[in-house]
């Protein structure tokens, strides 16, 4: 079985510029969410997205969306990228959106992003 | 607010135990997990409890007191490959991971 992967692995972009980061669940897992980790710091949660709709989501503003395609991949867009923005990006799917029991979340390696 | 609070690094020697520790202050909570993280890769799971009492899974082992708001992981028999950061993260009344910062982990031969 493969695990979750993830691209581009690291990225450079400029204040104001746009960017897409994009995720392939682990297959049997119909159940995608993102995280965002700066340097030091644990995983703070942006949303997740279960059969193609976003059922939660993290303290971040709406410049941060997501879609989630029929195959359970996903993508994370970020809009007028801001400094505050540079950090590793960490897509996890799960196979059950319920939340019962463990729900164990399989994390990806990550999108590092800088923003210049 | 809600918070998740664990030592942010600790030193531990080859071979010995070592318990690292998290305390949380969630709304709502639907158990608690603990991840490993090795430097530049992705968290990977290490155990989960809901119930109070020690879960054990081989050389890991992981507590939790839900009306102390306590929690910690003791890893046995320490091997260099556990040099890592290790992640506390609850799950609050809204179903959402909430993370603590992680504890650095430390082996030294």
């Known amino acids: 079985e493969t695990g979750v992967t993830q691209s581009p692995t690291h990225l450079i972009k400029t204040r104001g510029q746009q960017v897409t980061l994009r995720c392939s669940s682990q297959?049997?897992?119909?159940?995608v969410s993102w995280y965002q980790q700066a340097l030091g710091q644990g995983p703070q949660f942006i949303f997740q997205?279960?059969?193609?709709?976003?059922?939660g989501r993290g303290n971040f503003p709406p410049r941060f969306s997501g879609l989630q395609f029929p195959n359970y991949s996903s993508e994370l867009n970020v809009n007028a990228l801001e400094l505050d923005d540079s950090a590793l990006y960490l897509c996890?799917?799960?196979?059950?959106?319920?939340?019962?029991?463990?729900?164990?979340?399989?994390f990806g390696a990550g999108s590092r992003l800088t923003v210049l | 607010g809600q918070n998740i609070d664990q030592p942010t690094e600790m030193t531990a020697t080859e071979g010995a135990i070592v318990q690292i520790n998290c305390t949380y202050q969630?709304?709502?909570?639907?158990?608690l997990f603990w991840y490993q993280q090795h430097a530049g890769e992705a968290p990977t799971f290490l155990s989960y409890?809901?119930l109070d009492g020690l879960e054990e899974k081989g050389r890991f082992s992981s507590f939790l007191s839900r009306s102390k708001g306590y929690s910690y992981l003791l890893l046995k028999e320490l091997q260099m490959k556990d040099s890592a950061s290790y992640l506390c993260?609850?799950?609050?009344?809204?179903?959402?991971?909430?993370w603590g910062a992680g504890t650095k982990l430390i082996i030294k031969p």
């Open positions: 969630t709304s709502g909570f639907n158990g």
């Open positions: 297959s049997g897992h119909n159940t």
């Open positions: 996890a799917s799960s196979w059950d959106s319920s939340n019962s029991g463990a729900n164990v979340l399989t």
């Open positions: 997205y279960y059969r193609e709709e976003e059922n």
């Open positions: 409890n809901v």
């Open positions: 993260a609850v799950r609050d009344s809204n179903y959402q991971l909430i």
